[in-house]
Nanobody, 116 residues
Framework: QVQLVESGGGLVQAGGSLRLSCAAS????????MSWYRQAPGKERELVAA????????NYADSVKGRFTISRDNAKNTVYLQMNTLKPEDTAVYYC?????????WGQGTQVTVSL
């Protein structure tokens, strides 16, 4: 049974930090590209950051470059999103995604709320 379980969301003041985690099970984690997406109320889901299967390549949305860092630990089947200098516009539900040539899996999401 495939599972992606996000954690680490919450309420934080602007300028603060949060670290999201996504624990994977039920598939060969090290063979999948992992990504974080987010969806704010009334907006489409958007890519925040992605990391290659070995962790050797990453890419970020322009809006988070220099503030967010994606990483993964293939031994722990977990992908992380370190979010620094958070802004109110970062408020959204954050989703973890696993993608291979054949399959795509999504987590259930974790809420991040950034207050002024």
């Amino acid at each position: 049974q495939v599972q992606l379980v996000e954690s680490g969301g919450g309420l934080v003041q602007a300028g603060g930090s949060l670290r999201l985690s996504c624990a994977a099970s039920g598939f060969t984690f090290s063979r999948y590209v992992m990504s974080w997406y987010r969806q704010a109320p009334g907006k489409e889901r958007e890519l925040v950051a992605a990391i290659g299967s070995t962790g050797g390549s990453t890419n970020y949305a322009d809006s988070v470059k220099g503030r967010f860092t994606i990483s993964r630990d293939n031994a722990k089947n977990t992908v992380y999103l370190q979010m620094n200098t958070l802004k109110p516009e970062d408020t959204a539900v954050y989703y973890c995604k696993a993608q291979s040539v054949i399959n795509t899996f999504w987590g259930q999401g974790t809420q991040v709320t950034v207050s002024l």
